[in-house]
């Protein structure tokens, strides 16, 4: 047993220091991107980069593992020889990977991804655009690192004698027990821990400079992840096989509309923003928006108060591309997660980064757990101030199953919300309402039968903004402050269970507050747009101009803004005006919803593939 534990040990230290020795490289060629961040956020990125590490070693150990322990289990020196063959092998392919991407990421600014496979191709091209300088610098970095690997490989598994096979024999339940333990621990360090949510990219993420953090995060978990997603999305043969020219020219109409208009709510143009990021608020179960009686009765008070828009879809179903849209103006795509590609969604503008030049300071609050779908990252690559998540919550509350009460939540964004810098950005993404639906409390059930238990938790969660709204009211910083209550994506409720269903994505949005002129109060807007329509909405209430920052969004304030909304389904996308919706599958190959009457069916369905095709084309050049 203790040789079988040396050899684990051995085999993890090994890769730990290959990849250390990786980013020593890396941060000596690229010097000159970390003369202004401080030695000790250097330093961290060792220390943030452990877990994926040691999450990306974990496959990469199984074979080598094997075999040596058949080797010292045997004495078969066959198993000693291939272990030798899958090892260098190993440091060909992650010495190869890096070498690569430390070229590679003068020009790009990101780290190696599957867009390599792209430019291999044409390996004419390469060779042609690449600089003789860059080629030299490979091969340089690369000898080194398979000089550097051979040389410790050598050293930690020197200690493999040749075994005593009369004794091993003896020890057999001891051999296959460590086995099945390897397994075991292997599992648990791919997902990287006991945790709900399996560890990405974002548990490396640590700091607001994107070169720290590319040389934290494991360059080949990275590239792994890059190249599924490549591999898994055989996207490109459903985009509809229209000319490219004909379908930018149709979207293109749909945001040639006058951008002047005198639909202006807000009092000041300088006014603090909370974000209220809820989760799962599909638009049926809000009392004042859907078929659900009295379930959200404190949001429906907000909403005769404010400016709620009552026809607003979410782009997509999942969380993080839910964020991605409401702070970046970025529609979806389907099978495509923007947040899990770095190196696309920094190309993006958020919200806070445009406020930022105001003197906005800003921060992000989530009661669970932030990796999921790179969420923390985006927000931390796009310049928030402060990123946080349920590590920075007292451990003395109690939790749910997946991350803090609402209540919680809501206490602890107002102390963070007390101690910031004013003008602010504030933002909190709520999470009671997602499954398991647990509370702090026990509470008399108002809903029973079909999504009893999702409605139930809509019911606490809407007491628990009116427990915010009562304490933000107290504040200085309140009469000044505009709120801005949003859901992430939809959800099945009583009346809407189909995930391909148009309902599903409807969602609430809402904006209330003291700074909303009086002749605004109460108004009801029912343009058809989504999430991704927000950040021009809001940013041209202040002043900005920012079009072609975000010229995906439209403004949902502009009488003269048409009437349109697009986002993915599983395998699909869906398309809505105010003459009515669609959604087609690809595998199905058909519509599998269509409302628009027979006459405009071929028009309708013309401008949705148009829509898919001019921005899935944009999402590649990024």
Not at 303 to 330: D, M, R, W
């Amino acid at each position: 047993m203790k040789n079988y534990l040396s050899l684990y040990i051995r085999l993890i230290l090994l890769f730990l220091l290959i990849f250390d020795f990786q980013r020593l490289l890396f941060f000596i060629h690229h010097f000159s991107l970390f003369k202004k961040i401080p030695f000790s956020e250097i330093f961290l990125t060792y220390i943030y980069s452990f877990r994926l590490d040691l999450a990306s070693m974990s496959l990469l150990i199984v074979l080598p593992f094997i075999l040596l322990s058949l080797y010292l289990f045997s004495a078969k020196k066959i198993y000693f020889v291939l272990s030798k063959i899958i090892l260098f092998l190993i440091f060909f392919l992650i010495n190869g990977l890096h070498a690569g991407e430390i070229n590679a990421y003068s020009e790009w600014n990101h780290k190696l991804t599957s867009r390599v496979f792209m430019h291999l191709a044409n390996p004419d091209e390469v060779v042609r655009s690449a600089d003789y300088s860059m080629i030299i610098w490979f091969f340089v970095y690369f000898i080194l690192e398979m000089l550097f690997s051979i040389f410790l490989s050598k050293k930690l598994l020197s200690f493999l004698k040749k075994p005593n096979i009369a004794k091993n024999q003896k020890k057999i339940p001891q051999w296959a027990l460590s086995i099945v333990l390897f397994f075991g621990v292997l599992i648990v360090q791919i997902r990287g821990g006991f945790q709900a949510i399996p560890i990405n990219i974002n548990s490396a993420i640590f700091s607001k400079n994107p070169v720290s953090n590319d040389m934290s995060i494991n360059s080949l978990y990275f590239f792994s992840k890059s190249y599924l997603l490549y591999s898994r999305s055989t996207i490109d043969e459903y985009i509809p096989k229209i000319n490219s020219l004909q379908a930018k020219q149709t979207v293109d109409s749909l945001y040639n509309y006058s951008r002047g208009h005198n639909e202006m709510f807000l009092k000041n143009q300088r006014p603090n923003i909370v974000f209220v990021v809820l989760e799962s608020w599909v638009a049926d179960a809000v009392s004042c928006i859907g078929q659900m009686k009295n379930s959200t009765p404190h949001f429906d008070q907000l909403a005769k108060e404010g400016i709620l828009f009552s026809n607003v879809y979410s782009t997509s179903h999942t969380s993080e591309i839910g964020n991605a849209s409401i702070f970046s103006g970025f529609p979806a795509i389907p099978e495509v997660s923007i947040s899990m590609q770095p190196e696309k969604s920094r190309k993006l503008k958020s919200i806070n980064q445009v406020l930022k030049s105001e003197g906005y300071s800003s921060s992000y609050l989530f009661s669970g757990d932030l990796k999921y779908g790179n969420i923390g990252g985006f927000f931390m690559d796009h310049n928030f101030d402060k990123v946080m998540d349920e590590n920075d919550f007292s451990g003395d509350l109690k939790k749910g199953k997946l991350n803090y009460y609402d209540e919680d939540l809501y206490k602890k964004f107002i102390q963070e919300i007390d101690g910031s810098k004013e003008p602010f950005i504030q933002c909190a993404f709520t999470g009671s309402t997602h499954s398991p639906y647990d509370f702090p409390r026990k509470q008399k059930a108002r809903f029973f039968g079909k999504e009893a238990d999702f409605m139930n938790s809509m019911v606490y969660a809407d007491q628990c903004i009116d427990q915010f709204i009562r304490q933000a009211k107290k504040k200085p910083w309140y009469k000044n402050t505009l709120f801005v209550f949003v859901a992430d994506h939809g959800h099945a409720s009583p009346n809407v269970d189909f995930a391909m269903n148009h309902e599903f994505y409807h969602i609430p949005l809402l904006f209330w507050g003291e700074v909303i002129k009086q002749e605004f109060k109460g108004k009801k807007i029912t343009k058809k747009g989504s999430q991704a329509d927000i950040p021009l909405t809001l940013l041209i209430q202040m002043g900005f101009p920012v079009f072609d920052s975000f010229p995906w969004s439209k403004d949902l304030m502009n009488p003269l803004s048409p009437e349109f909304v697009f986002h993915s389904i599983i395998r699909g996308y869906g398309w809505g005006s105010a003459n009515g919706h669609l959604a087609y599958q690809f595998e199905m190959k058909s519509y599998i919803e269509n409302t628009f009457q027979d006459s405009l069916k071929n028009y309708e369905q013309n401008r949705g593939a148009a829509y898919l095709k001019t921005v899935y084309e944009y999402y590649k050049k990024l």
